[in-house]
Every structure is written in structure tokens, then in C-alpha cells.
């Protein structure tokens, strides 16, 4: 066998980002384009080959369903093509876990599809981005990666994209984690070690990406919140909602009362959690209302898996409660 081919996608983020100075704090994301990134890892005796395409080089707040259609169209063509083994994405870190998500919900899987961002510039000490991506390339070009869904790897581990989740602003090996579940391995330039069997056993998409993305608002619930808060985010034609509700998904009665008259219409209510590692079962009342709940999704996640569920004609509230129960 052959050494692996490895198509590298580059979006920009603080991965390609320069500072100009070392020590400045400040720097602009998406400076570096993907050929001259390749250029530098060329300096390690990596036994890969890259073949880079810059799909845009942007911070990742400014990604959205524009670059997520582009991404989706080359990697898909990519998992059909006999030259690659595998694809990368460079991405900003503030928005992976959503396109890490979306991509895992949509994508064929047959080869392993890896996202990698940095917490810090390329040219800032302590910089994290080539080391992260020297860890990338070792996961996409195990075939033991594949039946594992999209991943992401930062801070010498391996998260799977349903579990991965931003949780620092600053650091470098801790600013990601796995939730519910934690890394499903670790790796560094020298090594690479799963935890656990694969647990794909479908290399198909699960869902059609969709053509055009509903709208679904994210609801940020807060002590003294009222309906009218929700009904401004519902005023321009929202198919669904998501609800970063307090404690286990909880919001004032009288925006419970609005979201249920709502749901009575269609309008599909998904309540997850405000709170870092929120976890969120069904109520009771939840068959009253017709909500979902989002189990141990966070809330920009819900807000994914809904859009994709209902560009998809997924509109039943219990069929999109035993997508989210296990997604
Ligand atoms: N600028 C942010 C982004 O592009 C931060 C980052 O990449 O770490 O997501």
C-alpha cells in the first residue's frame, strides 16, 4: 500500500490566523492560505500526502450555510474518490462543533473525515495549530478512524462530533471536550490510541444536506424572560425553536404556555440546557406540550440536528425525539 492521500480543506480561523507579534494578544483569523499551510507541515517527515483546496478563509462565526454546502459537496465527492484516503478541514474553533455535527449527520462515511482548529495564531508562542494538525493527519489516515463519524481533534485528542464541544475561550489542551461521552481517543505526532470499537455501522449519509436551512432560533432563557421575548424570535417564519432553557431545560411559565400554543400549530419546541454539561430527559408534560427534549445535546447543536431534521420533512415530534435520544 501506497502512503495515504489526504484532501486538506482549509475555512481559516485562528489555525490560519497571524498576529504579527508573538506576545500581541489580538491577531486576524484566516491569514494563511491552505497551499502555503501545507508548504510548513512539508517540514515534518510525515508519511502523508496532501492535496489542499481553500474553501474559504474566514473566522469561523462568519460560517454558515454557504461554506457548510461547499463543504459538504467536496467532501462527499471526496469519500467517493479512489485518490484519497481520508480529508481534513481546517476551521476556526467556535463554530467546529456545528459543522463537525452537521457534517457527521449528512456525510457518507466510508473514510475518516477530521476537523482541526487552533486556540492560537500561527505565529503566537505556544502556537497549537501545526501540532494539531500533524495529529489530524495521523487520525484521517487510520483506517481505523472510519466507522467512528466526523471527528475533531484538539489538544491531543479525538472527539466525535455528536459529543465535542468548545468549552474554554483560552488553553490549549482543554478547550474542547467530549459530552456526554469523552475523547474516543488520544493522539500525539508519534501515536494514535482508540478507545473502544467504532460504532458506525452504516457508511450512508443519515440525512439528505439539506437545500435551504429553516429557520430556527436559539431562545437563551434567563430569570425574568418573558413571551414576548419568544414570540419577536418566532415572528420571522421559525419552523422550529430551541430553547437554552435554565436548569434541565426549564423557562418561565408564561414562555411555556406561548411555546406549547405554538407547538399546537406545528411549531416543534426542542428544550435543552443553559448549563455547560446540561443534560435533559423528557417530562411528563412534555407529551402535552409536544416538545423535544434534547437530551445531551447543547443548544447550538439541538439547533443543528432540528434544522437538518426538518429540511428533511422530519416534522413529528416523537420521531424527532428518537433522533435526539440518540444522534
Ligand atoms: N476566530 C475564531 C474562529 O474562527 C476562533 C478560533 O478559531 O479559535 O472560530
Redesign the pocket.
Known amino acids: 500500500m501506497g502512503r495515504p492521500k489526504l484532501l486538506v480543506l482549509g475555512t481559516?480561523?485562528?489555525?490560519a490566523?497571524v498576529a504579527g507579534d508573538a506576545m500581541r494578544h489580538d491577531y486576524r483569523?484566516?491569514q494563511i492560505g491552505i497551499e502555503d499551510w501545507l508548504a510548513d507541515a512539508g517540514k515534518f517527515a510525515l508519511d502523508v500526502d496532501f492535496a489542499g483546496e481553500q474553501i474559504a478563509n474566514?473566522?469561523?462565526?462568519d460560517i454558515g450555510p454557504t461554506v457548510w454546502a461547499k463543504l459538504h459537496a467536496r467532501l462527499e465527492s471526496a469519500v467517493e474518490d479512489p485518490a484519497y484516503d481520508g480529508a481534513i478541514v481546517t476551521?476556526?474553533?467556535?463554530?467546529?462543533e456545528e459543522t463537525a455535527f452537521l457534517l457527521d449527520l449528512t456525510l457518507p462515511l466510508a473514510k475518516p473525515v477530521v476537523l482541526v482548529?487552533?486556540?492560537r495564531p500561527a505565529d503566537a508562542v505556544g502556537s497549537d495549530g501545526m501540532r494539531n494538525f500533524v495529529n489530524a493527519a495521523r487520525v484521517a489516515s487510520d483506517p481505523e478512524a472510519a466507522g467512528r463519524g466526523v471527528l475533531l481533534v484538539m489538544g491531543d485528542r479525538v472527539l466525535a462530533a455528536r459529543d465535542a464541544r468548545k468549552v474554554r475561550t483560552r488553553g490549549t489542551d482543554d478547550a474542547f471536550r467530549g459530552f456526554p461521552r469523552g475523547a474516543v481517543g488520544i493522539v500525539t505526532p508519534a501515536s494514535l490510541e482508540w478507545f473502544g470499537k467504532p460504532w458506525r455501522e452504516e457508511a450512508a449519509a443519515r440525512f439528505v444536506f439539506p437545500g435551504a436551512f429553516p429557520h430556527v432560533p436559539i431562545l437563551y432563557a434567563a430569570g425574568g424572560i418573558d413571551a414576548a421575548q419568544a414570540d419577536a424570535l418566532l415572528a420571522s417564519d421559525a419552523r422550529g425553536i430551541v430553547v437554552a432553557g435554565v436548569g434541565e431545560g426549564n423557562m418561565p411559565d408564561p414562555v411555556r404556555r406561548l411555546l406549547a400554543a405554538r407547538a399546537r400549530d406545528g411549531l416543534i419546541v426542542v428544550r435543552a440546557s443553559r448549563v455547560d454539561e446540561g443534560l435533559v430527559d423528557r417530562e411528563p408534560e412534555d407529551d402535552a406540550n409536544r416538545f423535544v427534549a434534547a437530551r445531551a445535546l447543547n443548544p447550538q447543536k439541538a439547533r443543528t440536528l432540528l434544522m437538518v431534521l426538518l429540511a428533511n420533512g422530519v416534522t413529528d415530534p416523537a420521531r424527532i425525539q428518537g433522533v435526539f435520544d440518540n444522534p
Not at 474566514?58 to 462565526?61: A, D, L, M, P, V
Not at 476551521?91 to 467546529?96: F, L, N, P, R, S
Request: charge should be negative.
Open positions: 481559516g480561523g485562528t489555525i490566523g483569523p484566516g474566514i473566522g469561523s462565526e476551521h476556526g474553533t467556535d463554530t467546529a482548529g487552533a486556540m
